[in-house]
């Protein structure tokens, strides 16, 4: 089992910045593939972004790139997400997720912080 704790969600103007963070607990951090995800009112969730074990392979849906940056700290059992130059569509609850290495799926989620970001 692992249980993800996602923060540091908040109100921000566009433009702005904010920094999201999940602490994981219950299994090796390092050999968990992280990954974030974001729902917005009356939308499906959406892949944002995902970082392999040893953070030499990262993945972006093309509207973050460029804006975003996830990272992790395996010291810390810690997956990061930097989101600069926000926009009001960026507006949704965010989610970190974890898979274990022989999965295809996220198996595992956090409780979701809320993003808004106003004109």
């Known amino acids: 089992q692992v249980q993800l704790r996602d923060s540091g969600g908040g109100l921000v103007q566009a433009g702005n910045s904010l920094r999201l963070s999940c602490a994981a607990s219950?299994?090796?951090?390092?050999?968990?593939?992280m990954g974030w995800f974001r729902q917005a009112p009356g939308k499906e969730r959406e892949f944002v972004a995902s970082?392999?074990?040893?953070?030499?392979?990262?993945l972006y849906v093309d509207s973050v790139k460029g804006r975003f940056t996830i990272s992790r700290d395996n010291a810390r059992n810690t997956v990061y997400l930097q989101m600069n130059s926000l926009k009001p569509e960026d507006t949704a609850v965010y989610y970190c997720?974890?898979?274990?290495?022989?999965?295809?799926?996220?198996?595992?989620w956090g409780q979701g912080t809320q993003v808004t970001v106003s004109s």
């Open positions: 970082i392999r074990q040893s953070g030499g392979y990262i």
């Open positions: 997720a974890a898979k274990t290495p022989t999965s295809n799926k996220y198996e595992y």
């Open positions: 219950g299994r090796t951090f390092s050999t968990l593939v």
